[in-house]
């Protein structure tokens, strides 16, 4: 599958979602703020945050910038 597919199926699936999304009442959420990208910083929050009674949310600008950016 090239970039363009790649594309394609992500905004196909993001137009069928809805904008709001519904969590669970059971456990607790945390939400993350731009990693912009930062690998390092995205791997320290999973790694302390993310366990069966938490939901991690991911709040968008993953890749853009940044020099440790992938």
Do not use: N, W
Not at 20 to 40: K, M, N, P
Not at 49 to 69: A, C, K, M, Q, W
């Amino acid at each position: 599958m090239d970039e363009q597919e790649l594309l394609g199926k992500v905004s196909q699936l993001c137009a069928r979602q809805g904008q709001l999304i519904e969590l669970s009442s059971h456990g607790r959420a945390v939400f993350v703020g731009d990693t912009h990208g930062d690998v390092e910083a995205s791997q320290t929050v999973i790694a302390r945050y993310l366990t069966p009674e938490t939901t991690l949310v991911f709040l968008g600008d993953y890749v853009d910038r940044g020099p440790r950016s992938l």
